[in-house]
């Protein structure tokens, strides 16, 4: 397959040359060795790099050597996730030492010396405080963990955010900077659904429910922060075409047992609990967590749908009633053990046990040319989903007497299993007995990851990284559907509607980074190759869709200091969109009789380039984040709706031709005062899907923004309140268009108990109830325009209790860092 890559990457090539050679000329050429005979290199520095008021590690720290002499650069690294650091082959001489991270003050060590006989130093363990000296301990940690940017990702800390008190996960990515949730809660990315969901750096392996489903089964409590990276390097899997949305749930591994436990009601009878336990002694650290999420949501919807250009030109009006109920539970434990200085065992169980409820009511009337009434019928239905989710991670970890040499190794098993059921009455005016049907579903998704990891540094701060990953997936999907017979009183299964449908997946990929550093300059290389096999099988009509095919996704990322509080960087990955099982399954959902949808088993995958450039700033309190970026895809998937005969629309997927799509994003962080802070996301893109001529779909162009304003008052010592406004601006799609959406919450918290042990919280989202989903598609022959309303304005009393001062302070879980394949330690 050829794919174009267009005029972009020129443009970027351009500015690399110029940026290396503007570089290369505006500083010293040389080792700052002078005109003399080398010396020889024979000097090690190392030592260790945290923060000053919360003592925790600094990673990406800049580890300068200079010569005492005239101030040249003799050699540099920067610090591993552990903030330790260590430079080699340092020729023989005396230098001072620059320390500088982003954000924070320079340290400045001097007469440090190189001899034969003394040719290693150690600094030992090394702090240094925020640039604003002012401030309290405490107020540090809160001001940087609202956001932090590191080189491949941004880091969004919910664990104090007071915002979304009582809701799931879906109510924290309405906060989350580029992020947009729909009226069913599936997320999109500066403004592509595609999109890869993460929790704890690892696949949820639960194929068959959508975004929506997965983020309203974890709840808000649960949260400690997100991570957004949006051009991710070869490290990570290559699906998700607009990036990876990484939840980071929490846990702790202080020593000793510490813990939280909450409760949240809401109106509506929506109740939230949570619990989580640790323990922690020398070598041993057990946890252990329960949540639960039980309520439902009321939603109203009104469609209105004209079809016309044939003679029977007609009018649709639809009004729909639902009540969704859910009952949810997750239960997440494990161990680590650490059975030396060298070696980490690591086991995680994780069970989930989800159940969807939903009873809907459409209310449907048809018109003729006439404007009289052709067709009036009620359709009812009652359905019921059950998911049960077993997953189990065995992790191992092995570090080496070379600091930031290390191997890791991670096997994971997904056993899943949903069976659903609905009952459907149709009452037709002018029929005497309503026409009932029943349908049902049993499908299992099963997934075997195996992967592993290892990374070794080499002189003066480069690092090589290699490893593998294998992904096996089993999925089964059994429907089918049955009719009321009243002639012999008993239901008869409709022999047209059963689908049984097997996919198969085998994904293995092998990957290779190295990164270094020049000067103020890092930089990384990257390539990943993936082999796909796939087997899916309609097995009714005995038809079979086999697919092999092997991919390259090379990546670059760069990254230039300009000072010690700005940096600039530019990165390039190329990714790809496969089609999920629900997209290739062609069994049709008949819920609505006169909207119907299904899969499409002849979809091919979407690929993607993506470029970014980024620019950030600190200053004091404050901070600015802007990137440009630039994304092209081949080989488009949309949804395609279509007017069939008797009035009814089907809805399937198709690959459309190219689609381009390029924007800006603005994030800033603001202390007006002491008491007052302001977080604030701006995000403006513009897109066009070309269409297709073979399915008679016209171009499609859209401009887009969307506004985010988070803002937090200290009202009193304990007391803080929070508001957060969300805007999303009308946009465009291949066949359709929604409205503009507004919505605002207000929050308010007070902490008490000595440490401020215990808070009470009260949330109301979507004060003004102002949130609801209008919008249009059309096509050939028809227009539909649609308005629904969810039940979003609720208020939720809260009530968490922290054991031994559980998540007063931000410190994450080391088994995270050494098993997290989220984690970056390409740097």
């Known amino acids: 397959m050829n794919h174009r890559f267009g005029f972009f990457p020129a443009i970027l090539l351009v500015l690399l040359t110029i940026s290396t050679f503007t570089f290369a000329q505006s500083r010293p050429q040389g080792q700052g060795m002078g005109p003399n005979t080398p010396r020889p290199a024979i000097g090690i520095l190392k030592g260790k790099l945290a923060d000053e008021s919360t003592g925790k590690p600094i990673e990406y720290g800049t580890i300068a050597v200079l010569s005492a002499r005239d101030s040249s650069v003799a050699a540099g690294t920067i610090t591993d996730p552990k903030g330790n650091f260590r430079i080699e082959q340092i020729p023989a001489g005396r230098y001072f030492v620059r320390i500088q991270f982003m954000g924070y003050e320079t340290k400045i060590i001097k007469d440090i010396a190189f001899r034969p006989t003394e040719p290693e130093v150690n600094l030992g363990n090394l702090s240094i405080k925020p640039a604003a000296s002012s401030l309290q301990g405490v107020e540090i940690t809160a001001e940087r963990e609202m956001m932090v940017s590191n080189l491949d990702k941004k880091i969004i800390n919910v664990d104090k955010s007071i915002a979304s008190v009582g809701g799931s996960a879906v109510d924290v990515m309405q906060n989350i900077p580029s992020v947009s949730v729909d009226a069913d809660g599936n997320v999109s990315l500066r403004g592509s659904d595609n999109i890869t969901i993460l929790v704890d750096g690892k696949p949820t392996g639960l194929a068959e429910i959508s975004s929506g489903d997965l983020l309203q089964q974890i709840p808000a409590s649960s949260i400690e922060s997100v991570e957004i990276i949006t051009n991710p390097s070869v490290r990570y899997d290559p699906e998700g075409t607009s990036g990876i949305i990484n939840i980071v749930l929490k846990k702790k591994s202080l020593q000793g047992l510490n813990g939280m436990v909450s409760f949240t009601a809401g109106t509506g009878e929506r109740y939230n609990t949570s619990v989580n336990l640790n323990y922690r002694k020398n070598k041993f650290n057990v946890f252990a967590g329960y949540d639960n999420r039980l309520g439902g949501n009321k939603s109203t919807g009104f469609t209105n749908r004209e079809t016309f250009g044939s003679e029977n030109s007609t009018v649709l009006h639809q009004y729909q009633n639902m009540n969704n109920q859910r009952n949810m539970h997750n239960l997440n434990t494990g161990f680590d053990f650490l059975m030396d200085d060298y070696n980490t065992l690591s086991f995680n169980f994780q069970m989930r046990d989800m159940a969807f409820g939903n009873e809907g009511d459409i209310q449907s009337y048809t018109f003729n040319a006439s404007n009289d009434t052709s067709r009036n019928f009620n359709r009812w239905s009652d359905s019921d989903r059950n998911i049960r989710s077993y997953s189990y991670t065995a992790s191992y970890k092995r570090k080496f007497d070379t600091k930031g040499k290390e191997l890791t190794a991670d096997l994971i098993f997904n056993d899943n299993a949903m069976k659903g059921s609905q009952d459907i009455e149709q009452t037709e005016s002018g029929f005497i007995q309503p026409s009932l049907q029943k349908s049902g579903s049993a499908n299992t998704n099963k997934m075997i990851v195996a992967q592993a990891n290892f990374a070794t540094p080499f002189g003066n701060g480069s690092r090589f990284e290699t490893g593998f990953k294998s992904t096996i997936k089993n999925l089964t999907m059994r429907n089918w559907l049955k009719d009321f017979d009243y002639s012999i009183d008993e239901y008869v299964e409709n022999e047209n509607a059963i689908n049984n449908f097997d996919y198969f997946e085998q994904i293995h990929a092998v990957y290779g980074i190295y990164s270094a550093s020049y000067k103020k300059l890092k930089y990384q290389l990257g390539i990943r190759a993936e082999q796909l096999l796939s087997e899916s099988e309609i097995i009714k009509d005995n038809d079979k869709f086999d697919l092999s095919y092997l991919s390259l996704f090379p990546s670059v990322h760069t990254v230039y200091e300009i000072t010690q509080s700005q940096q600039v960087s530019l990165s390039y990955s190329r990714r790809v969109r496969r089609p999920d099982n629900r997209q290739l399954n062609p069994y049709v959902d008949y819920s609505d009789s006169l909207n119907i949808r299904y899969g499409n088993p002849k979809l091919k995958p979407e690929f993607v380039n993506s470029f970014e450039l980024g620019w950030s700033n600190f200053w004091g309190k404050n901070s600015v984040n802007a990137t440009l970026f630039f994304r092209e895809t081949v080989g488009v998937i949309n949804h395609i709706t279509r007017l069939q005969e008797g009035g009814v629309t089907a809805t399937t997927y198709e690959n459309l031709n190219n ?82 959406m507004y919505f605002a919450d207000l929050a308010v918290r007070y902490d008490f108990l000595k440490n401020k042990a215990a808070s009470v919280s009260f949330r109301i989202s979507d004060i003004f109830d102002s949130r609801r989903f209008v919008g249009e598609s059309w096509g050939e022959g028809f227009n539909i325009a649609t308005d629904r309303k969810m039940e979003s304005r609720v208020a939720y009393l809260g009530f968490t209790y922290r054991i031994n001062n559980y998540n007063r302070q931000r410190e994450r879980d080391q088994r995270n860092n050494q098993n997290n394949e989220m984690e970056m330690e390409d740097f």
């Open 659 to 740: 689609a381009r799509a390029y924007g800006v994003e603005l994030i800033g962080n603001r202390e007006f005062a002491k008491w007052m802070k302001a977080n604030m996301n701006v995000s403006m893109f513009q897109s066009r899907i070309d269409g297709s001529d073979l399915l008679n779909i016209d171009p499609a162009e859209s401009f887009e923004w969307m506004a985010k304003l988070n803002l937090n008052f200290t009202l009193l010592k304990n007391l803080s309140l929070s508001i957060a406004a969300n805007y999303n601006s009308p946009r465009t799609m291949a066949q359709g268009r929604m409205e503009e």
